[in-house]
Structure formats: C-alpha cells, structure tokens
C-alpha cells in the first residue's frame, strides 16, 4: 500500500515548569492511502498530542515538535510553513472532534459555517457554495438539509452535529480525517449510525482515517489496522484481526481483558492494576513495567524496543524478544 | 449574515420555518422584561426630541430676552427661562442632541479602541498582553474624572476634546471584558475546529471570537452611554466641557447653580434631564444583560 502519511520518530514534548513532559517521545505510525488506522490508549498515552502533532496545533509554549518527521505525501509537515500548513488543513487534512456539542460555533448558522469553510479552500461563489453545503448535509444523512442549513447549531441533537461537523470535515474533500474519539460523546444508537457513515464516506471518497478512541469496539469495527500507544510510545501495532486473536504486548492483554463479554457472567470486570504514570515521573525501563503482571526484573532497568513478529505485527516487550509467544499459558508457565 | 441567508431562499427555495436565532432569542426574552421596555421608552424618546428639536420647539435655543429672564415656568416658557431670558424647554431639548452625541460616540469610540486591543492581548498574550493590560491597569489606576480632567486640560476645553476624553478613560472597561471573554472562548473547540480547517487567525479572530463576545459588549456599551452622558455632564458642568452658549444639561446647571434658591426651575429641568436619559439607559442595559446572558436561559 502506498503510504500517505508516514509518522518516523515523532517527538512532541512539553516544556513545563516541573521539567519537560514527553507526551509524544518517539512514534512511528504509518497510514496507508484508504486505510483506517485506529489509534489506541488510556488517557493521557500522548493519542490526542500526536494528532495535534499531525496538525502543527501543538499549542507552543509550552509544547513542540522536537524530533521525527511527519511526511504527508511528499511534504514533511514538521518543516511546512504556518501558511503552507493551513493550506494543509482542512483541504488534506481535516479532523472531527469529541464533543459536536461545542465543536459548531453557536453564533452563525449550519450553512454559513460550512459555506464559510468551502470557500477557504475552493474558488466557488456563495451560491455554489450553499448548493455544496446542502449536497454534503444530504451526503450525511441529514433530513430537510435545505432548512438545516438555515439553523443555528442549538437547534440540532448531538448526532446531528456530529453528522454537521463530519460534513464539514469532508467538505474539501481530505485525503486523511482524522477523528478524535467522534463518538464518545453520543450515545451508543448514534454511534452505530456515526460509524457507519464513516465507513461510507471512506467508501465513497476513498479517505484515509486515523482513528482515534480507547474504545476497542470501535477499532474492531472500523479499523484495518491498530497502534496501541503508552506513555508516548507505540507498545504494539498489528492488523486488526491479530491484534484482537494474538494481542502479544501485555498492555493491549489487559485492554482486551477489561471489555466484558457477552456470553461471561461476572461481578467484576477485570482491569489493568494501577494508573497511568504521571509523564514527570516515568519509570526507568519499561513505562508499563510497574503495571505488568509479567514484568520481570529486566523490565525495570532497561527499556525494550519495538520488536517486529511478523505479519506486521510489531510489540515493544522483553517477552517477544526472548521468543515466547504470547498465549495465556506458556507466560504463565514463564512466570510461576 | 444577511445575505447568505438571501442566497439560501434563492438557491434552496422558499421554504422557511420558524427561524430562531441568538438575537431574535434575546429579543423575545427582552421583550418580557416591563423595566427594560420602559428604558428603551425613554431612550427612543431622547432620541425623537433630540432629532425633532427645531419641530418641537419655534424658538431659538440662544435666544436671549434679558426682559423675561429668570422668568417661571408659564404657557409661554414651559420650563420658565435663565438668567439671560433664555428658554429653558428649548435648551433642554436641544441639549438632548449635545448629550446623546456625546454619550454615543465616546461609547462607540471605547468600544472600537477597547475592543480591539481586548482582543489582541487575549489572542496573543504572552508580551503584548502584558503591556496591553499593564496599559489598562495605570488608567484605571487614575481617578476616571480626574483623567478626564487632564486630558480635557492637555486638548484644551471644548466638547469635542471631552467627548475624546470620555472616551479614553472607558477604554480599559472594554478591554478587560472582551480579553477576558477571549480567554474563554480561545479555548472552545469550534475554535480548534476553525484552526484545524485552516482558517488564518485574523479570521478566526473577526468571525468567530469577536461575534461570540458581542453579547457582553452591547450590555456594557448601553450602560456606559448612561456613565458617558453623565461624565459629560459633569465636565460640562465643571466648564471643561460644553461652551457657552451651546445647552448642554451640566452646563447648564453649572451657570443656573446660584440661582438655585430662587429660580429653582434652571437648575431642575436639566437634572431632570439628565437623570431620566441615565434612568433609561440603565434600565435597558440591565434589561439586555438579562436577556443577553446565557447563564439566565431557562
């Protein structure tokens, strides 16, 4: 697959006044043309900093770009000029956020704010621009878009804006969207509906996601393949099947673990002990180390690299190198 | 706003529903509120007389009669004359139009000024905020009337040098309302929204910041005329501002004030005057806030 984007040892760090933060210390994510790409972890593991990253919107100070190189096509984003970079956005690259409740701006109408966002990018008059904007709200499934486009953003439910704010993104038609937990914020009927007409649009015009969400439902519905990061690192990345049948780092293990099933009957839903590491106080060695039930005392000295399986599958974990091969039963073997 | 919204009866038919936006929501809600529709009352009712002046009223308003001066109110002199014979009704009408100006334009004035600068130090902070707001602090940190004082002292005394002066001093109020209503909504995602879209900050600063200040602005600017109106007044009163023989309503007090014991009516009709334009702006300022405010929506 030709890549469209390609991420090489990103480093995005926060210059603070309790030291410097890595939010983003080292990834390698590689998007493909039409691929989906999902992007996997708790808070705080440096998902969000890395799109920012994408976009050039690391807000500076405190943050900033410090290593890697961000190729979009044949450009490296990290060298682009700031005019350079807003032709860039939402013309290549466009993003949809979390909360479509605050993502419209409330003073102006639906179709003065994607007439406004058409004509940014592409040489058209008013007129051809609203007749755009209908087409698009029509494109998402937005019922009466000719009135829609006539109302203020408090006048629609969520999944509304959502279906609102994704019409916007694609208004110029990207080559990469990046969505940003789109569907946390709506409820679990206008999530099956948002992700379906993702994959439609993807369909239709053959976009490019990077999918990012710690929900793993939705990476298995959506996705081709998955990055699973942890403080600021890329743990595991696999295609999304293995990564669902083979999970190898014991981090995307216990992911899997946490999401109940439906044919288990249990009183708790297992979870993965501990919190994420506050990124001042990283550990030494491996940052999942003091977490890992199958941590051993190498982990707490010496950090382990990314490790290719094959298959494209790749794990950033001690246990791969020394060739274990990760089902249930033989680290528990290793461990015991 | 306006003309997309013809546009879209053009290129998307004619069907229109019930439209509700933020400003017609506010009118509604203003609408409801008795005090603010009484204050609105008289502000249109300033205006009209100010604007009407010459129909209102057949006489000059410096026209003296040295005959009938100090005279009391009567059917000829409704509010009875000054002591140069002067009709005080007339003047005082005509001085409708000196105080609304004045209050108007100084507003408009701190306004554009304030507002501009407001938006500049909350966008960018760092440095420029600083001294943009390092600025507002040391004219706040004057006494504002003694400001206006010695602004008026430095351009010489005149109406138009108070009404600058006026202006200058309410700068500060403007800015801090709008770089703090900046600061805000700079971190609203259809911010972040419209930076991911690739919109410069130029735009993102005049179409989607300023826009969502506008509420707070227009509440403060329908107060501040009354505040304006009356620091004129008082500058006018204290001879810096309005000359002699133009009426405006504190200079008018200021000449009639020795009088005050035995011609009570030259020293009366431009308080009154003055109060009721300050009572009306008052009253349709609060009205706005209330309607304007998100946190009061049911």
Redesign the interface.
């Known amino acids: 697959m030709k890549p469209l984007l390609n991420i090489s040892g990103l480093k995005t760090h926060f210059f603070t006044a309790e030291g410097v933060v890595r939010s983003v210390d080292g990834v390698d994510i590689m998007i493909g043309e039409g691929e989906t790409v999902g992007l996997v972890g708790e808070s705080g593991c440096g998902k969000s900093v890395t799109s920012l990253s994408i ?1 050039r ?1 690391v807000p500076w100070p405190p943050g900033k770009i410090v290593e890697g190189s961000i190729m979009f096509q044949d450009k490296d984003i990290v060298c682009l000029s700031e005019a350079e970079m ?6 290549d690259i ?2 949809i ?1 979390q ?1 479509p409740m ?8 639906i ?2 704010q994607i ?3 058409i004509r ?2 592409m040489k058209l008059n ?2 051809k621009a ?2 755009r904007a ?1 087409d698009l709200l029509k494109q998402v499934g937005i019922p009466r878009a ?2 829609i ?4 953003p ?2 629609l439910s969520g999944g509304m804006r959502q279906r609102v ?1 994704i019409a ?2 694609m208004a110029c038609n990207p080559k990469l969207l990046i969505a940003d937990e789109p569907t946390t914020a709506l409820d679990v009927t206008i999530q099956a509906q948002i992700l379906d007409l993702m994959r439609k649009l993807k369909k239709d015009n053959g976009t490019s996601i990077l999918m990012i969400t710690h929900d793993l439902g939705v990476v298995a519905e959506m996705c081709d393949r998955v990055v699973v990061m942890y403080g600021g690192k890329v743990v595991e990345e696999a295609d999304v099947n293995t990564l669902f049948t083979a999970p190898s780092h014991p981090y995307t293990k216990g992911l899997l673990q946490s999401i109940p099933s439906i044919d288990q009957e249990k009183e708790w839903l297992d979870s993965i002990p501990g919190n994420v590491p506050i990124p001042s106080e990283m550990p030494e060695g491996c940052k999942f180390a003091p977490r890992c039930i199958y941590a051993m005392e190498r982990c707490q000295t010496e950090e382990p690299t990314l490790y290719e399986i094959g298959n494209g599958q790749k794990s950033r974990c001690f246990l791969v190198e020394e060739g274990a091969r990760y089902d249930g039963n033989t680290i528990e073997s290793k461990t015991s | ?1 306006q ?3 013809q ?2 009866t ?4 004619p ?3 019930r ?4 400003w017609r929501d506010a009118w509604y809600r203003l609408k409801k509120q008795k005090t603010a529709l009484i204050g609105l009352f008289v502000i249109i009712f300033f205006i009209v007389v100010g604007l009407l002046a010459p129909v209102i009223t057949s006489q000059p308003w410096d026209g003296q009669n040295l005959a009938d001066k100090l005279k009391p109110p009567s059917a000829q002199h409704w509010f009875g004359t000054d002591d140069l014979g002067r009709d005080i009704f007339t003047r005082v009408i005509y001085g409708a139009r000196i105080s609304l100006w004045v209050g108007f334009f100084s507003v408009v004035g701190s306004i554009v000024i304030g507002t501009s600068m407001g938006l500049v130090a909350g966008y960018y902070g760092r440095w420029v905020d600083t001294i943009i707001s390092r600025l507002f602090d040391i004219i706040l940190a004057f006494p504002s009337i003694l400001l206006a004082i010695a602004i008026v002292t430095i351009l010489g005394p005149g109406l138009s040098n108070a009404l600058i002066a006026i202006a200058v001093i309410n700068v500060p109020t403007y800015g801090r309302l709008v770089r703090s209503r900046v600061l805000s909504i700079k971190e ?3 911010v ?9 900050h130029a735009r993102i600063l005049f ?2 910041i300023l ?2 200040s ?1 509420a707070p602005i227009i509440v403060q600017g329908t107060l501040g005329v009354a505040t304006a109106v009356l620091e004129a007044a008082a500058l006018g009163f204290l001879g810096l501002g309005a000359q002699a023989p133009q009426p405006e309503w504190g200079k008018m007090i200021a000449d009639s004030r020795q009088y005050i014991t035995a011609a009570y009516w030259t020293v009366l009709f431009p308080g009154l005057a003055i109060m009721l334009t300050v009572l009306g702006f008052n009253l349709f300022g609060d009205g706005l806030r209330d309607a304007l405010d998100p946190k009061m929506k049911q």
């Not at chain 1, 807003?86 to 013309?91: A, K, Q, V």
């Not at chain 1, 486009?149 to 203020?152: A, R």
């Not at chain 2, 439209?19 to 933020?22: K, V, W």
């Open positions: 976009m919107l807003r032709d860039i956005r939402g013309n466009a993003m956020f909360d605050t993502s419209l701006n409330p003073v102006f109408t179709g003065d007439v406004e966002t940014l990018h008013k007129k609203l007749s209908v000719e009135q486009v006539n109302e203020y408090h006048r704010v916007m993104a | 706003m003309s997309t919204a546009v879209n053009q290129a998307a038919g069907v229109r529903t439209q509700s936006s933020p609203e995602e259809y972040t929204a419209a930076k991911v879209l690739g919109m410069s179409s989607h826009p969502n506008m």
